[in-house]
């Protein structure tokens, strides 16, 4: 905190137009910056391990983080139908930070040892599952789970939690999103389902403009009679209040809704792709510490102390996760195919 003002002072200040949707209080901006931080540093961790043999493909979220960690911190965070059931995709590791999961977990994903809680050491990087908070498996075929949240937001229509599914621009032009918008909007039958799509105007080299005859896909909504927004996802604030906003509605109304975000991709699409510094997006890590720096929230040393720490853990993480077994050859079958109905509580 900077010297020239108490930061409860600073505080009570911004707290006073939450509800605007203009700046937070300065706790949740810290704890919001903490744990975006958190995210990107564990994305560059899993980028180097890539690089230097320690995974054999990288695929993750540099650039959704001020999206992705507010969704995180406003999930009904649980297992059964009523706490919110998450269709995510394979850039939502800022939304598993926030919703409390161990950044180490993912290095072992990476590297593909047993110890590895989403996949037991079989799947890529960022393929998260995690049955006590109703994380579904994350899924490397592109938007089958706007398809499948259909499933579970019908289970919820009179239950307390909805479901929120998440994409990226280019897999709308598949036939699940199309699915999602028509079964989740029949009248009198509507479902609890927050359509989210993180929109980096890329799918792999794929520009938006060579994809899409609309500008936004958020107005794909609006024929569907679903409330829809578009909001700047490299705005923590601003994404905050969206994803606050559209949940209020899902869970009163019972009822869909399409929130698009805007968000950048830092460092392109995947391993496949070199993984490199794009130097020509909005980087919002970047842009928030300059903002909190602004609003003497933090300094610039305190930002760069803390980003040397956890850079520091997750490189000895990385370090003890190489010693991890392997997953055994004999348990190749383990867990690839469910025979009871989770979902309804079989267990
Ligand atoms: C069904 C299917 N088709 C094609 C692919 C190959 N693929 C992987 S990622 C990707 C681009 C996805 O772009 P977008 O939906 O915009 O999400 P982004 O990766 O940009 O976040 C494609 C075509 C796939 N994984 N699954």
């Known amino acids: 905190m900077s010297s020239s003002a108490p930061a409860s002072a600073r505080a009570s200040v911004v707290a006073s137009r939450d509800h605007l949707g203009g700046p937070l209080a300065a706790e949740t901006c810290l704890k919001i910056y903490d744990l975006m931080l958190r995210a990107r540093v564990l994305e560059e961790r899993l980028i180097t391990m890539y690089k230097m043999g320690d995974g054999y493909f990288w695929i993750g979220g540099p650039g959704e983080e001020a999206f992705n960690v507010p969704l995180g911190l406003l999930a009904n965070k649980g297992q059964g139908l009523d706490h919110d059931f998450l269709h995510l995709h394979y850039r939502s590791s800022g939304t598993l930070l926030a919703m409390g999961a161990d950044p180490v977990d993912s290095i072992r994903q990476m590297k593909n040892v047993a110890s590895d809680p989403y996949s037991k050491g079989r799947n890529f990087a960022g393929h998260f599952s995690v049955r006590k908070w ?36 280019a897999g709308t032009a598949e036939g699940d999103f199309a699915t999602a918008l028509v079964w989740s909007s029949r009248k009198g039958q509507e479902l609890p389902l927050l359509m989210i799509v993180t929109n980096n105007r890329f799918g792999i080299s794929t520009p938006f403009a060579g994809q899409h005859g609309y ?42 809704y399409l929130l698009e975000a805007m968000v950048s991709r830092l460092r392109g699409h995947s391993s496949a792709s070199g993984a490199n510094v794009a130097k020509d997006e909005i980087d919002c890590l970047d842009r928030f510490e300059r903002t909190l720096e602004d609003r003497q929230v933090l300094t610039r040393a305190q930002m760069e102390e803390r980003r040397a720490t956890y850079t520091q853990e997750l490189l000895d993480a990385s370090k003890r996760v190489r010693t991890e077994e392997p997953p055994s050859p004999d348990s190749i079958w383990d867990f690839v195919f469910a025979d009871k109905n989770y979902v309804a509580g079989e267990s």
């Open 215 to 256: 500008d936004q896909i958020a107005e794909r909504g609006k024929a569907f009679g679903m409330p829809t927004a578009i909001v700047d996802g490299n705005d923590p604030e601003a994404s905050y209040a969206a994803i606050q906003k559209a949940m209020d509605y899902v869970r009163t109304e019972r009822k869909p």
């Open 134 to 169: 109703n994380v579904v498996p994350v899924s490397s075929p592109i938007e089958v789970q706007y398809s499948i949240a259909i499933g579970t937001a019908r289970a919820q229509r009179a239950a307390k939690g909805i479901s929120i599914v998440q994409g990226g621009d």
